[in-house]
């Protein structure tokens, strides 16, 4: 036992306490955030899905081109090329790019924008030659064997200067001149309106038919997941195309036949959340006291299924994207010159060999988009369960 002089005890005043108290517990809120800020994919997912939100309706009032307008002489230009050269003895440079897959040549200035077409003499289609003048500089462009090359007066090859990206049109332009940056936001637009807007609806079908299906229970509930089956048991593309035929092509169209059978997968969810929360003591109090069953329901039941709920609501919005381009994709979707991904990818597909950066860039926004969201969905899933700590 350590002896300790009685003139070191002091009295503390009263009220004091001997140790700090500790800091607050923080609240389930916080706890969400905290995991979920913790999950980095998710947090990579959440701010693409911004990003690409705000480019989809707002990138395109800064763009001078439009989704619809057609420059026919400037078709299929990729969105990066080799640039040449040419010095006529006036000392002018002209500096163009081969297109090899059309065998035609673009001017073009050192900063990459696109000029226009150069227009050469007469085809000699059994040589499969054209000649260009610049200036007093004669080339000829060869193709009668590929690669396509720029031959100069004595014979040799015009070697390429170096790469440029295609300033005037960063992704290129499609077989019809029109902008592929422009026209693939516009895709971004409808594909992500599709997507919100149906999955908004089957939010608020979902989650009261199955709320009222779990709740009631006995017979009606009976009545209502059979009919939910019964749904459920004609595959969803196959309904969807039924329904599309039914009311026409049309942004409406694809909303109203996503909306109307969307929804069976979040109501079975429901049903089985408020079936295992129905016999909660808290349901018991709140019906003793009086409250209404939609009272219980919304204010007790839903609240407390709400983690499911929007995990559920997150995976249904990539899903819906996919329908909506697979039914573009099979000329189901909106018309021309209206333009989804899926219609996007539908007419890149013919030219995929010869110009593959047209396919590439909305099947990438499609895929990046239904990894974001899968991602997202995931992080909530873990975010909203109380039993991940740490």
């Known amino acids: 036992m350590t002896n300790i002089p009685p003139q070191m005890w002091d009295k503390l005043p009263p009220g004091a306490t001997t140790s700090a108290p500790p800091p607050p517990a923080p609240t389930y809120g916080q706890e969400v955030r905290r995991?979920?800020?913790?999950?980095?994919?998710?947090?990579?997912?959440?701010?693409?899905?911004?990003?690409?939100?705000?480019?989809?309706?707002?990138?395109?009032?800064?763009?001078?081109?439009?989704?619809?307008?057609?420059?026919?002489?400037?078709?299929?230009?990729?969105?990066?090329?080799?640039?040449?050269?040419?010095?006529?003895?006036?000392?002018?440079?002209?500096?163009?790019?081969?297109?090899?897959?059309?065998?035609?040549?673009?001017?073009?200035?050192?900063?990459?924008?696109?000029?226009?077409?150069?227009?050469?003499g007469r085809k000699d289609i059994l040589k499969k030659s054209q000649p260009y003048e610049f200036g007093d500089q004669a080339l000829t462009l060869d193709y009668s064997s590929l690669p396509a090359r720029v031959m100069l007066e004595d014979g040799t090859e015009l070697r390429p200067s170096g790469w440029k990206?295609?300033?005037?049109?960063?992704?290129?332009?499609?077989?019809?001149?029109?902008?592929?940056?422009?026209?693939?936001?516009?895709?971004?637009?409808?594909?992500?309106?599709?997507?919100?807007?149906?999955?908004?609806?089957?939010?608020?079908?979902g989650v009261f038919y199955g709320g009222i299906a779990g709740y009631i229970g006995g017979r009606v509930d009976a009545v209502m997941m059979r009919f939910v089956e019964i749904i459920s048991t004609i595959p969803l593309t196959l309904y969807v195309v039924l329904l599309m035929v039914v009311f026409d092509s049309g942004l409406l169209s694809i909303i109203i036949a996503i909306g109307s059978v969307f929804w069976v997968d979040m109501a079975r969810i429901v049903r089985g959340q408020i079936l295992g929360l129905k016999s909660q003591d808290y349901v018991a109090a709140a019906r003793t006291m009086g409250a209404s069953p939609a009272r219980i329901l919304t204010k007790h039941l839903l609240p407390n299924s709400i983690g499911p709920i929007i995990v559920t609501l997150t995976m249904l919005i990539p899903s819906a994207i996919f329908i909506e381009s697979f039914m573009s994709f099979i000329g189901l979707g909106v018309t021309p010159p209206l333009a989804s991904w899926g219609s996007l990818t539908s007419e890149a597909v013919e030219t995929l060999r010869a110009y593959p950066h047209q396919l590439f860039f909305p099947a990438a926004a499609i895929s990046l988009t239904m990894f974001a969201f899968n991602f997202l969905g995931d992080g909530l899933r873990d975010a909203l369960d109380p039993k991940m700590r740490g």
């Open 35 to 120: 995991r979920l800020w913790a999950n980095k994919p998710a947090v990579v997912s959440i701010v693409f899905i911004i990003a690409l939100v705000i480019a989809a309706f707002f990138g395109p009032m800064f763009s001078p081109h439009t989704y619809f307008k057609q420059e026919l002489k400037l078709a299929n230009i990729p969105p990066f090329f080799e640039t040449y050269s040419v010095t006529d003895s006036a000392g002018d440079t002209t500096r163009f790019f081969l297109n090899a897959s059309n065998f035609n040549l673009y001017q073009v200035d050192d900063d990459g924008q696109v000029l226009g077409l150069l227009r050469g």
């Open 165 to 205: 990206w295609n300033r005037t049109y960063l992704f290129g332009t499609d077989q019809l001149g029109r902008d592929i940056l422009v026209r693939q936001l516009y895709g971004a637009q409808i594909s992500l309106t599709v997507a919100f807007v149906a999955t908004l609806v089957n939010f608020f079908i």
